[in-house]
C-alpha cells in the first residue's frame, strides 16, 4: 500500500484524566505502532478530550486544573494534543456528540470526506463533488507542485494545532501554498481520513451493560466512526464483544491493538494515581509524568479522599 491508499486515522481518546497517567499516553502510542504495523493506517494525530465537569463524578477536580495537566502530559509529543471543546461547553457532552464535533471540525478545516473503518467514500479527495469528472488539479497544471497526501497531513497538522491547546512543532509539516482556498483551486491526491475513539477494554465491557449506554449513540460510535481497544490486564476483547449484538454486528469496525506489551491496569488508572498521592506513595511516579506530579503538588490537588 502507498501512503495515498492508506487509511489516514485520528485517534480520539474522551475521559476524565482526573489525572491523566503514563498509561493514557501509552495507549495513544501501542494503538499507533500496532495500526502502522498493519500496513492499513497512518495515524497522523491524536486528541485528548477531557470530560466536563457537569459530568458529576466523584472527585472531579475542575477542567481547568485537568486540562493544564493534559497539556503538561503530552508536551513532549509532537502528535498528541489536547481539545478543551468538550470543558468549554455548556453541559456533559455524550462520546457520541464529541465525535462528531470533531468529524465535522476536520470536513470543514481540510475539506476531506470522512467515512468509518469499513465504508471508504467513494471520492475521497478535498474539495471534489461526489458524481462529476475531475477538475484539472492546477490551472497551469504544473505537477510538479501536486499537492500529495503528505502535504495534506501538514494542513491536518496545523489545523489540529489550531484548534487545540497543545501546539507542537511544526517545523516538519510543508505546504504547497498556506493560503490556497481548500475545496477550490486545488484538489489533493485521493487520501481516507477517519476519526477513531481510543477506549480501553473497560470502555468495551461497558457497552455490554444493560442501559448504560444510548443505542444510538453506540451504533454511530462503533458503525459509522469505529474503535481502536488497548486490552488490560489480560481482558479478551473479542469475548467481550459476544455479549453486545451492536458490537457484535461491527466487529470489523472493532480493532483490537495486538502486542506484547503488558499493560496492567495501574498503569492507566487515575484512581490508583490519586490514592498514591494521597498516602504519599513513592511509586507515584510509575503512574504520573513529573510535570504532572509538580502541578499536583503546587495546586494542592488529591489531597482528601474526596478528591
Sequence with gaps: MT???????????????????????????????????????IVIGGIVSPVHDSYGKQGLVSSRHRLTMCQLAV????????????CYQDTWQTTCSVLEHHRDLMKR????????????SLTP???????????PIYQNNNLANKPTAAKLLGKVGESLSRICCVRPPMERFTFVDENANLGTVMRYEEIELRILLLCGSDLLESFCIPGLWNEADMEVIVGDFGIVVVPRDGTDPEQIMNHSSILRKYTNNILVVKDDVNHPMSIVSSTKSRLALQHGDGHVVDYLSQSVIDYILKSQLYINASG
Aim: glycine letters at 6%; hydrophobic letters at 30%; a positive charge.
Design 3 to 41: 501512503e495515498t491508499t492508506k487509511t489516514h486515522v485520528i485517534l480520539l481518546s474522551c475521559g476524565s484524566f482526573n489525572p491523566i497517567t503514563k498509561g493514557h499516553i501509552q495507549m495513544f502510542e501501542r494503538a499507533r505502532d500496532y495500526l502502522h504495523k498493519t500496513g492499513r493506517f
Design 109 to 120: 478545516v481540510t475539506g476531506c470526506i470522512l467515512s468509518n473503518v469499513n465504508t471508504p
Design 125 to 135: 479527495v478535498i474539495g471534489q463533488p461526489q458524481n462529476k469528472s475531475p477538475q
Design 75 to 86: 508536551q513532549s509529543s509532537d502528535w498528541i494534543r489536547v481539545d478543551p471543546w468538550e
